[in-house]
C-alpha cells in the first residue's frame, strides 16, 4: 500500500468523520438551546379587595387595558383600550401610564413618568384601583407568617406543657433568705446591667456577670469572665460551666445565692426574674 | 449574597450543566482540522497564507471562547459554537474555491465577530436601544439613499457600491438597523399605539430595495417586517391588509414592469432553460445529488466550476462536497436557533429582545429558504447568501449581527444583571 492509497483512505475516514462530529455538535447545542429552563415564573400580580380577584402579571412587561390583546384586561368603561403597562425592571416594579384618558394613580398620585411600585401599593387605573402584590414580597410576608404561626404554636405547645408545676420553679434565694431570684427561661443572664435576664442590684455583681443555663434536664452555671468570679460551694469555677444541684451555694462577686431547683412560687409579685 | 456562597452556586451550575461547551468547542476544532487539512493538500496556490488563515480562525475561536467564559461569564455559548461552525464550512469551502479570498473571508468573520460583541454590549439596555433608534433609522435611510445615487449595476441588481477598493453591500448593513428601529419596549409600542411611522420606514427600505431591482432581499425585509408588525401590535387583521396591500404591489408592478417577471421565467421549468437562466439550478440538482450523504470530499465537486458557486450556489457545494448530512445539519440549525428565538421571546425582559429575537430569527430562516429552495428551484431564485456560509462580507458581518440579537434575549448573556435579579429575588 503506497502513501496515495493511504491518504485516500485518509480522506474518505475524514468524511465520514466530519459529518458524525457535525451531528454531534449541532445535536448538544439543539438539546441545551431547546431544552433551556428559564428560571422562576413572575408570581405578582393585581389584587382586588372588593371582589378578591388576582390579576396575574406573567410578564417582565405587561399591558394592562380594555383591548383583548391586553395582558391584564379590564373591562370597565373608564379604562383605555391601551391604558398602561406595569414592568419589572432591575430595581423593581414600575408603571407607566400610555396616554390613558382616565390616568393611572399610585396611591393617589397621578402617574406621569415611569413610577416605582412597591408591594402593598394601592395602583388605580382610572377609577379601577388595585392593590400590587409583589411576588417577592409576598413570599418573604407568607414565610414570616409561617414562622410567626410555628413560633406561636411552640409558646402554646410550652406553657400547657408547664402548666401543672407551673408553681415551682429553679431560683436563685439570697442570703437573707427574703429574696428569690426566679429561672425563667431555660438560658438566664444574670447581672446588674439592664440587659439581663436576672438583675442582681449588688455593686459587687458585674453588669453580665454568670449564665444560667438547663441541659438535658440539668442545670449548669458558668461565669462569663467577670473580675469578681463566681462560686459553687465556696469554689470558683473559673471558665468552665458548673452542675447545679438542688441547695448549691453561688457565689457571684462575693453575694451568695442559694440554689433551690424547685422554688414554690407562692406570689409571682414577689419574686424577682418576673 | 457572599462570595463565598456565589462560587458553590458558580459550581452547582457547572455540574448541573448539560452542555460541555469545551468539548463541543474540541469537536468544532476537529471539523475545522479535518475539512482545513483536506483544502491545504488539495489547493495549489496561496497554500501559505491559507495555513496563515486557518490558524489565525482557530486562535480567534479559542481566544474568544476562553475570555468570554473567564472574562465576561458567559455560560451560555451555543449560538457562538453554532455560528463558528457555520463559519467554519464557509471558510473552507471559499478558500478551497478560490485561496486567495480566504484571508477577505477571515477578516469578515472578525468583523462580524466585533459586530456581534458590540451590539451585545448595546443590548444591554433598552433605554440606550430606544435612544438610537431615531439616529440608526436616518442611518439606515441614508445608507440604501447613497446605494442608489453610487451603485452601478452588477448581475442586474443596484446593491453594491465601491468604497476605497472594497464592495461593500449596504442592503446587509441595513438589515442589522431595520431590527434594531423596529425593537421597541411595550410602554413605547403602547404610546405610539400605531404602526404608521415603522410602517413608513420599512416601506422606504422595501421600496429602496425594490429600486435597486434586489428582490431578493426585498422579499427578506417584507417577510420580516411582517414579523415585527405583528410582534408590535399584535394585531392580525392590520397585518394581513399589509400583506394583502403587498401581494396587489407586487402583481401591479410585475403587470407594469414585465422585465421583473422575466427574471423569474426558469421558476419551475428549469430542465426546459437548462442550459440558459436555468442552468446553476439544473447543475445545483444534478450535482447535489452526486454528493449522497457524506459527499464526494472537499475539492471533488463539480459544482464549484459553475459561476456564483462560492455565493449564491454554496449549498449546492455544501451538498456535493461534505455531504447531505451536513447540508441538513446546516439548515437545522437555523431551524433550531428559531425555535430558541421563539422560547427566549415568552421569557424575555422586554420586548425589545422578544422583537430583536424573533424578527432575526426569521430574518435568517428567510433568507436560508430563499437561498436553498431558489437554487433547488422550489422558490424562484433571487440571489441571496447564505447566512455565515456564503462568500461576503456584509454579509458574515450581517449574519454575527443577527445572532447577537439573539443572543440578547438571554438574560444568562447579562451574567451581572442575572445575579442582581436572584439578589433582588
Redesign the interface.
Known amino acids: 500500500m503506497d502513501f496515495n492509497e493511504i491518504f485516500d483512505i485518509l480522506v474518505i475516514i475524514s468524511r465520514y468523520l466530519v459529518a458524525g462530529l457535525a451531528v454531534l455538535v449541532l445535536g448538544s447545542c439543539v438539546f441545551s438551546l431547546v431544552g433551556r429552563q428559564f428560571g422562576k415564573r413572575i408570581g405578582s400580580y393585581l389584587y382586588d379587595p372588593g371582589s378578591k380577584t388576582r390579576l396575574p402579571l406573567t410578564r417582565w412587561e405587561n399591558s394592562v387595558g380594555r383591548s383583548k390583546t391586553c395582558d391584564v384586561v379590564l373591562s370597565m368603561p373608564d379604562v383605555s383600550r391601551f391604558h398602561a403597562v406595569i414592568s419589572k425592571r432591575r430595581n423593581g416594579w414600575v408603571v407607566a401610564d400610555t396616554h390613558s384618558s382616565a390616568g393611572v394613580f399610585v396611591n393617589g398620585s397621578a402617574v406621569v413618568q415611569p413610577t416605582p411600585i412597591a408591594h402593598g401599593d394601592t395602583v388605580s387605573f382610572g377609577s379601577v384601583g388595585f392593590v400590587f402584590v409583589d411576588a417577592d414580597e409576598d413570599e418573604k410576608e407568607q414565610e414570616a407568617r409561617e414562622k410567626r404561626r410555628a413560633f406561636s404554636r411552640k409558646a402554646a405547645a410550652r406553657a400547657a406543657a408547664m402548666k401543672p408545676e407551673a408553681e415551682f420553679y429553679p431560683a436563685l434565694i439570697d442570703e437573707a433568705g427574703d429574696k428569690a431570684y426566679i429561672i425563667t427561661c431555660d438560658s438566664c443572664l444574670f447581672g446588674r446591667g439592664p440587659d439581663c435576664d436576672v438583675r442582681l442590684r449588688y455593686p459587687t455583681v458585674s453588669s453580665s456577670h454568670a449564665r444560667v443555663t438547663a441541659q438535658g434536664g440539668a442545670w449548669f452555671v458558668e461565669d462569663l469572665g467577670t473580675t469578681g468570679g463566681t462560686t459553687v460551694n465556696a469554689k470558683p469555677i473559673g471558665q468552665s460551666k458548673r452542675r447545679l444541684h438542688d441547695g448549691d451555694v453561688i457565689g457571684m462577686g462575693g453575694v451568695i445565692f442559694l440554689f433551690n431547683e424547685h422554688y414554690k412560687v407562692k406570689n409571682r409579685t414577689d419574686a424577682e426574674g418576673w | 449574597m457572599s462570595r463565598l456562597a456565589n462560587k458553590e452556586e458558580q459550581k452547582t451550575r457547572k455540574k448541573s450543566e ?3 461547551w469545551l ?2 468547542l474540541l ?2 476544532t ?2 475545522q482540522i ?2 482545513g ?2 483544502v491545504l ?1 488539495q489547493i495549489q496556490e496561496a497554500q501559505l497564507e491559507v495555513l496563515a488563515v486557518f490558524g489565525s480562525f482557530l486562535v480567534v475561536e479559542w481566544l474568544y471562547f476562553v475570555l468570554a467564559r473567564n472574562l465576561a461569564g458567559q455560560r ?1 455559548t ?2 457562538e ?2 455560528a463558528f ?1 457555520l463559519s467554519g464550512f464557509g471558510l473552507v469551502t471559499v478558500a478551497s474555491v478560490y485561496p486567495n479570498y480566504a484571508l477577505k473571508q477571515f477578516i469578515a468573520i472578525l468583523i462580524g465577530l466585533g459586530a456581534f460583541v458590540i451590539l451585545l454590549a448595546l443590548m444591554r439596555n433598552t433605554e440606550v436601544v430606544n435612544a438610537l433608534h431615531i439616529p440608526v433609522a436616518v442611518g439606515c435611510v441614508g445608507l440604501l439613499a447613497l446605494n442608489l445615487m453610487l451603485a452601478k449595476v452588477h448581475n442586474g441588481a443596484l446593491n453594491w457600491i465601491n468604497v476605497g477598493g472594497i464592495s461593500i453591500q449596504p442592503s446587509e448593513i441595513v438589515k442589522i438597523g431595520f431590527i434594531f428601529v423596529g425593537a421597541a ?3 413605547k409600542l ?2 405610539a ?1 400605531s404602526l404608521t411611522s415603522y410602517l413608513v420606514f420599512s416601506l422606504g427600505c422595501v421600496g429602496a430595495l425594490f429600486l435597486m431591482r434586489d428582490f431578493g432581499t426585498a422579499l427578506i425585509f417584507f417577510c420580516t417586517f411582517m414579523v415585527m408588525a405583528f410582534m408590535r401590535s ?2 392580525i387583521k392590520t397585518i394581513g391588509l399589509i400583506g394583502a396591500g403587498a401581494v396587489l404591489g407586487a402583481g401591479l408592478i410585475v403587470y407594469f414592469k414585465p422585465y421583473v417577471a422575466k427574471r423569474f421565467k426558469a421558476y419551475r421549468h428549469v430542465w426546459e432553460y437548462m442550459n440558459d437562466s436555468g442552468f446553476q439550478q439544473t447543475r445545483v440538482l444534478i450535482y447535489s445529488a452526486s454528493g449522497g ?3 464526494l ?1 472537499i475539492g471533488n465537486g463539480r459544482l464549484r466550476k459553475v459561476y456564483a458557486s462560492t455565493t449564491d450556489l454554496i449549498f449546492g457545494v455544501i451538498c456535493e462536497e ?2 447531505m ?2 447540508a441538513f ?1 446546516v439548515v ?2 437555523f431551524a ?2 428559531a ?2 428565538a421563539l ?1 427566549l421571546a ?6 425589545v429582545y422578544a422583537i430583536a429575537a424573533v424578527a432575526s430569527a426569521a430574518l435568517l430562516l428567510v433568507q436560508l429558504s430563499l437561498n436553498v429552495f431558489g437554487v433547488t428551484d422550489l422558490l424562484p431564485l433571487t440571489g441571496v447568501t447564505l447566512p455565515f456560509i456564503s462568500r461576503g462580507g456584509t454579509s458574515m458581518i450581517c449574519s454575527w449581527a443577527l445572532f447577537a440579537f439573539i443572543k440578547s434575549a ?2 444568562k448573556t447579562y451574567p451581572k ?1 442575572e445575579i ?2 436572584e439578589e ?2
Open positions: 448539560p452542555f460541555h468539548y463541543m469537536l468544532v476537529a471539523i479535518i475539512s487539512g483536506t493538500t451560555s451555543e449560538l459554537i453554532i461552525l419596549t411595550l410602554e403602547q404610546s399605539r399584535g394585531d450523504l457524506f459527499g470530499g461534505w455531504g448530512i451536513v445539519c437545522l440549525s433550531f436557533v425555535v430558541y422560547r415568552r421569557h424575555a425582559r422586554s420586548t438571554d438574560i444583571l442582581q435579579m433582588k429575588s
